[in-house]
């Protein structure tokens, strides 16, 4: 919207910054600034317009603007030009990443820079690197707890080595991911540190409370995050005879974001981690960063309303650098994040669908796909520009949490259903294959997440322990299922490092005080590069997980139709064994993806396929290569066997299936008898 106003006044202050000439350079910066300065200051004010100061700080926010411009290098200043006009960068079929601990996968940062071609190896391009910047030894909940914003932590490197790795990936065409803690400070920050030395500027940045009583109206509204090893949500500081939020663990602190110098400080990191060649953002526990006393303190409108300033303000200064939200919530919630009302799609690009990781983890559990069907029918449709992140596994335990009319309409109990999948999964079930474990069990609620990793959870790690070969080939089949389905689904798929070679558990967190009240730490493994190595043992479980897991990626990255543009629609296979969905493209590919989440053989009609507008006898499946073959109409998929259904070739085509057939030479794909 025009302002001459506040353009005359934009122009002033840019002129008279130090440092912009040549004006020329700054002038795709000021376009940019002139379409977003008066939504800019409706959003601030949103937040802010009741403060005095509120007139100032916007200027010194847009102050702030201009010098992250200036620090933003050449070729990021051009990328941001290039990604503007392909917008689809971050939803394209050729995406594909992988999220890993640095130290646990590799070592330091510049060990990292030699694992890359790991990495590639597999089809990975984009990575996120888990928490790296400086955070206290001991206790800092896997990076998650930063005392400095601006210096990576000494067990990683330094700062030039996560510059370089930047770097390195950008010159092979690879994106980077990397977190951006917004919530809270560590305790050991030096804001945290003034604070606690008793200066009333930095006791702003937090929420302090003299007396109990004071945030007795807060904590009745609020969750615990982890009821086990951080009850309540607030931890008392001595030195001050002050109450402290601290929503995660004590030693986390909240930032105050009502007032507007923090976010101004938090706004500079974010764009100062955009300036060192940072293409997505994970904006870390999104739901929590506006308290309002007496509701649980997550998900408020104000919590929104920073996302879409700081997106307003990124689209200034770095155009390129999407944001993905952290926000673990029920699934109406979720698509909020992508933002709504007048700031449709203008809020996170990108945000995790963990309501469909869970309900993923539901259907194997119960070899029934009717919940999953329902669930994702729940979810609200998404903005055009918008996408999520699907993933099996993460670093984070699996929350349980389905929609109890669902459950109910299924003739299920919430609670009892919650509880038969944490038994399943901790292998306390007569027949379960897992070997996982209840995470933050909540005595007052009955309410527990699971932990544990894919292998651990699929049976793998069992069928290893006991030399079970049957149980082994079903959980490759289910860990390659799995992942065909997360690299088909509409969105980004995201796999976990470790799982790539069938990973179980590392238990040695338990001998570690910092760790051993976690159980989150069983699946944040220390990467065993002797097992890596078996990927090139021909028939071992590596190499068939690895190149299985390859081999989807080549698919996925070779079919147009994957990329996301809402282009999904899931059909009913009239079997709940039998997980369907469609995926097109205006050019008219599309893909049939058919999954069977049962340990025996299913059948479904042709009439699915030709649905899907298919001539079921003129159908190949991509995986194997071939055309099907129906019984009787009837199509059976093997036990945790899955079909990527496409119109047999044409002569084009036809050549693609024999570069295929190349292809299934070097990679045996595993499936059932
Ligand atoms: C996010 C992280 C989680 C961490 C929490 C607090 O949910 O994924 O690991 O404990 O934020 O920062």
Known sequence: MYDPQLHHDFRLLLSSTKNVKPLREFEPFSQRAFANLSRIKKLFNRLYGSLDQAEEQYWLLIQDLIHAFKERSLPLRRQDLDREAKRDWYLNEKLVGMMLYVDRFAGKLSDFEGKVDYLTELGINWVHLMPLLKSPEGSNDGGYAVSDYRSVDERFGKLEDLKRVADKLRSKGMLLTLDMVMNHTSDQHEWAQKAKAGDPFYQDFYYFFEER????????????????????????????????????????????????????????????????????????????????????????????????????????????????????????????????????????????????????????????????????????????????????????????????????????????????????????????????????????????????????????????????????????????????????????????????????????????????????????????????????????????????????????????????????????????????????NMEGAKTLVISNFSDSPQYISSALISRCGFTPYATMDKLEGEAIRMYHDLLEVPAFGQYWLTDLPTFEAFQAAKEMDKLKQEFEWPRGN
């Not at 029920?330 to 869970?358: D, K, L, S």
């Not at 119960?366 to 029918?377: F, N, R, V």
């Not at 699971?450 to 030399?467: F, R, W």
Request: aromatic residues 12%.
């Open 213 to 584: 009583f004071m945030l007795d109206e807060y904590e009745a509204g609020m969750p615990e995050v982890f009821p086990h090893s951080a009850p309540g949500n607030f931890t008392y500081v001595e030195e001050l005879k002050k109450w402290v939020m601290t929503v995660f663990h004590k030693y986390q602190w909240d930032l105050n974001y009502r007032n507007p110098i923090v976010f101004r400080e938090m706004l500079k990191v974010l764009l100062f981690l955009a300036n060192l060649g940072v293409d997505i953002i994970r904006l870390d526990a999104v739901a929590f960063t506006w308290k309002i006393p007496g509701s649980t303190s997550q998900n408020t409108e104000e919590a929104h309303v920073i996302l879409q300033l700081m997106k307003a303000c990124a689209e200034v200064v770095a155009p390129g650098f999407a944001f993905i939200a952290e926000a673990i919530v029920a699934p109406q919630e979720v698509v909020r994040y992508f933002g709504e009302g007048e700031n449709y799609g203008r809020e996170c690009e990108i945000a995790y669908n963990a309501t469909f990781m869970a309900l993923l983890w539901d259907a194997v559990a119960s070899s029934d796909t009717t919940l999953l069907k329902m669930g994702i029918e729940g979810i609200p449709p998404k903005p055009k520009g918008t996408t999520w992140i699907n993933y099996l596994r993460c670093h984070d335990d699996i929350g349980l949490g389905f929609e109890e009319s669902h459950l109910y309409s299924l003739g299920k109990t919430p609670f009892l259903h919650k509880k038969y999948l944490v038994d399943y999964y901790s292998g306390n079930f007569e027949g379960s294959p897992a070997l996982g474990a209840p995470f933050a069990f909540n005595p007052k609620t009955g309410d527990a997440r699971i932990s544990g990793s894919l292998a651990a959870l699929a049976g793998l790690e069992k069928a290893v322990a006991e030399q079970d070969q049957d149980l082994l080939d079903q959980s490759i089949r289910k860990i390659l299922m799995l992942h065909g389905i997360i690299l088909s689904y509409g969105g980004l798929p995201l796999i976990y490092y470790g799982d790539e070679i069938g990973t179980g558990n590392d238990h040695s967190y338990l001998d570690q005080p910092d760790k051993s009240y976690d159980n989150r730490w069983m699946h944040r493994p220390i990467m065993d590069w002797e097992k890596a190595d078996k990927i090139e043992v021909e028939g071992s479980t590596e190499a068939r997980i690895f190149n299985g897991l390859k081999k989807l990626i080549l698919l996925r990255k070779s079919s147009p139709e994957m990329a996301d543009h809402n282009s999904i629609s899931i059909e009913d296979s009239e079997n709940p064994a039998v997980f369907a969905f469609l995926r097109w």
